[in-house]
């Protein structure tokens, strides 16, 4: 079999927003964005982190608008394409033409695992509007395999032309994406890509992304220096280096990718970006990974632990965009505790 | 007790279903048609057991009926798309609309807040915003009564199975006739709602976050009293309504944490989503209905 060829797509200027709590400039996205390009990476993505229109008091209001980032974004990569990411239930189809006016070429929109019926407005319209058009299936950990090809199915039928197996919370193991994947491709149309995202909380980031390929997926998210939520995307850099060794071609150059990771993503950060407690929590409990922060915040707000606070999110089942319960989590702890 | 008005169900779903077993028992409207689409429609077969007249027809085949069953009344639970059809046809034949999609051609009516503006007024067509809508828009107007409100914005997370297929295909729908509710009822310069659908087994019950920014420090003694004043009016048609945490200060952020129970009417009590609308819109039917009755609402067709 010859070697794969996949589509590295960074994170580090979304995904990389939820531990800058939206609060990357556009200068900086803007540095980062060249680097990425020089380096050959053929798709970034660039929105709030929770997608376009994300910006609210549930989930942080950023240091610019969408608009702002992605004109800025847009107008400074010469080779690199820009995604942009919209859940249903947050971001609307004014949004997606927003977006598509402004230049934005692929639209990646997210739906809870079991909910994939809520994204036809905005899969039909995007691929109406010729934009590469991806389903991404988030917390993909909690349906079965069966399940998620249901799902799978009716946003192709509404038009993406690839599906995304998504590991929000950073749980999977590699048998867990091989099992998805190889009946995404079994049962898919052939000409329908596959991607897969994953997050680093049980530092399975860069062996899930290979189980992935080994199966058929051909888009591979992943962020520069794992800049991310939890405990990072993929780093893209080390993944990049891995496939380099696979002989999977990525045309993405190995030490340019490493540069921008070190040299202008690593610098931006606020805290390490690293497997601590919270993120451990998150990959081991299953529990979407963009809620660390908030955790910790209430955690240090209320004097409660962040930890018991991710696992009975954990307990609740709750599923990304569900900010809002942290806070309410913490103040029934912290009455729990008074009484 | 006056006589009651006779109605008319349009949409056989969740919500048309729950609101039919709600109007059951009012004492002031009496539900005599249930309109749907699909033959094999649960609602429908629910309709037919307690006796009323169905149609699979849409509101073409309750058209012809009006007349001899003096419906005055009609309720339109279909969507958004589908009401803008309806509600047209119904003004030409006189019947009052109570909009339970999110299309919005009519006022906004949230009861607790601004039933009472509706009453004397005789608009031909009144919308119950969306189930977020009727369960925040009252607390962002708790708090805008005492002071102002520069931006509100309200997280509804409601149980997957409680979501229909009408919500599901027009979620944008959603989320901007929501805004604007909170807008122009909560009283607030610009609005913001957010909708999230949990698939969690058990269903969880519907839960509510709303925050509002006020434009100077706000009032806490005021707007404590004020939200809890506002809670006991929506207890008045939604029992299962409560505050779980707030109202939270920090800074000029309110926030307020709510729970919405059902009464368990057609889906079980998880969906409080569908209570709060169908019990709003009946509130609002009844309020109406003495007036409907007296033969002041006269535009359209000739009776």
């Not at chain 1, 608009?67 to 820009?82: C, H, M, Q, S």
């Not at chain 1, 509007?129 to 090809?149: Q, R």
């Not at chain 2, 997957?160 to 009283?187: C, H, L, M, Q, Y």
């Not at chain 2, 999230?196 to 707007?223: S, Y």
Request: glycine share 10%; charged share 25%.
């Amino acid at each position: 079999m010859s070697q794969p060829k996949i589509t590295l797509h960074d994170m580090c200027l979304r995904d990389g927003m939820h531990p800058k709590r939206h609060q990357i400039s556009v200068e900086q996205m803007k540095t980062i964005a060249r680097g990425l390009d020089e380096a050959g990476v053929p798709l970034i993505e660039v929105t709030h982190g929770d997608g376009l229109g994300g910006e609210s008091v549930n989930y942080g209001f950023p240091l610019h608008s969408d608009e702002e980032y992605l004109r800025a974004v847009i107008g400074t990569v010469k080779r690199a394409k820009v995604s942009a990411l919209l859940l249903p239930g947050i971001g609307t189809v004014e949004h997606l033409r927003m977006a598509k006016d402004l230049g934005v070429a692929t639209i990646r929109v997210a739906t809870h695992c079991t909910e994939a019926d809520v994204s036809e407005q905005h899969i039909s319209l995007a691929r109406k509007l010729e934009m590469d058009t991806v389903g991404f299936l988030m917390m993909a950990h909690m349906l079965d395999p069966e399940k998620l090809l249901e799902q799978a199915l009716l946003m192709e039928s509404y038009g993406a032309n690839c599906i995304y197996c998504t590991d929000s919370a950073g749980y999977m193991l590699p048998a867990d994406v091989s099992a998805r994947i190889t009946l995404l491709r079994e049962r898919l149309r052939p000409e329908t890509e596959l991607g897969f995202h994953g997050h680093h909380n049980l530092a399975m980031g860069i062996a899930n992304s290979i189980a992935a390929v080994e199966c058929g997926a051909n888009r591979i998210d992943g962020s520069a220096a794992g800049l991310g939520a939890g405990a990072g995307n993929t780093p893209l850099e080390v993944f990049n280096a891995v496939c380099d060794r696979m002989e999977i071609t990525t045309g993405v150059d190995v030490m340019k990718l490493a540069d921008v990771a070190e040299d202008l993503v690593t610098p931006i950060m606020d805290m390490p970006i690293r497997i601590d407690r919270d993120s451990l929590v998150l990959g081991y409990a299953g529990v979407y990974s963009s809620f660390l922060l908030f955790a910790k915040r209430a955690a240090a707000k209320y004097g409660v632990s962040s930890a018991d606070i991710l696992v009975e999110m954990g307990r609740m089942k709750t599923v990304g965009g569900q900010e809002d319960m942290i806070e309410d989590v913490a103040l029934n702890m912290a009455r729990a505790k008074r009484a | 007790m006056g006589k009651k008005i006779n109605a008319a169900l349009i949409g056989s779903g969740n919500i048309g279903t729950d609101l039919m077993v709600k109007a059951l028992r009012s004492t002031d409207i009496n539900p005599v048609w249930m309109v749907g689409i699909d033959p094999a429609s649960d609602g429908l077969a629910k309709a037919r057991d307690r006796g009323l007249k169905t149609t699979d027809q849409g509101v073409d085949g309750l058209l012809p009926h009006l007349l001899e069953d003096d419906i005055r009344i009609a309720f339109d639970a279909t969507s958004a798309y589908v009401h803008h059809e309806n509600a047209r046809k119904l003004r030409e034949a006189g019947v009052v609309v109570i909009d339970l999609t999110p299309a919005a051609i009519g006022p906004f009516c949230v009861p607790p807040v601004n039933l009472a503006e509706h009453a004397g007024r005789r608009e031909m067509n009144v919308n119950m915003v969306t189930c977020g809508g009727q369960a925040t828009i009252p607390m962002v107007a708790a708090v805008s009564r005492v002071q102002p409100v520069d931006y509100a914005e309200i997280v509804a997370t409601v149980s997957s199975r409680s979501a229909g297929p009408g919500t599901r295909k027009n979620i944008d729908e959603f989320t901007r006739t929501t805004a604007r509710g909170i807008e122009i009822v909560g009283g607030t310069k610009r609005g913001k709602a957010i909708i999230i659908l949990n698939p969690a087994e058990p269903p969880l019950i519907m839960r509510d976050t709303v925050h509002c920014l006020t434009a100077t420090e706000p009032d806490q003694t005021r707007i404590i009293e004020s939200v809890h004043r506002m809670i006991t009016e929506v207890q008045r048609y939604v029992p299962g309504y409560s505050l779980k945490n707030g109202p939270l200060f920090d800074g000029n952020r309110v926030s307020i944490y709510l729970e919405v129970e059902g009464l368990g009417d057609y889906l079980p009590k998880y969906a409080g989503n569908l209570d709060i609308m169908t019990a709003a819109a009946l509130r609002t039917a009844e309020m109406l209905a003495p007036e409907i009755a007296a033969g002041h609402y006269t535009e359209g067709a000739a009776r």
